[in-house]
């Protein structure tokens, strides 16, 4: 069990039977009356945002989360397909579990599933991968002044800025968490 002292952002919690994370919190100690604590919880599993506030010193409890370590395999009919290295269990989850993540996906990339009582709510990905470029616009002869960049279509399905010096079959380090361009591998 965590008590209202224990919170902090991105500690995982169960609230009326659903695992939220914290993603704000805020103690307030006012001058008559008793302190609570103010907090913005997010849905693991929908991903929606509720607003709640707990008395000081109130109690919730800790969610039966599991984290596994899985290998991407591939994308059939909008079911994305995971295998376990050790167990050879595989896994495929929605395009509603898998979200955004989904465009940075390739083959063989390692994942961990977020498991909430043996069922399958979420996915985390390395912050770094390394991706091929499949498409890109050649750059504009005379337009290096600014630093300017162009769109490039990465292995992946994914599009991402990048320098204009960048050509088809280079390979590039993307940040998955903002989309961004790093640098040249």
Known sequence: MYTTADFRNGLK??????????SYFQHVKPGKGSAFVRTKLKNMK???VIEHTFRSGDKVDKPDLENK??????LEGGHFHFMESKTYEQLYLDEDHVGDAG?????NLPVDILF?????????????????????????????????????????GATV??????????????????GTYIERV
């Open 69 to 74: 370590s899985m290998t991407f395999m591939y």
């Open 103 to 107: 465009q940075w996906l390739i083959e």
């Open 161 to 178: 800025m990048v320098p204009l010096f960048m050509n088809p079959g280079d390979r590039i380090k993307v940040d998955t968490r903002t």
């Open 116 to 156: 909430y009582k043996g069922e399958p709510i979420g996915m985390d990905l390395p912050f770094f991968i390394d991706y091929l470029i499949t498409e890109s616009d050649p750059g504009v002869r005379g337009d290096t002044v600014s630093g300017a960049s162009k769109p490039a279509k990465l292995e992946s």
């Open 46 to 48: 929908t991903g929606s």
């Open 13 to 22: 919690i169960e609230f009326e039977g659903i695992p939220y994370s914290i």
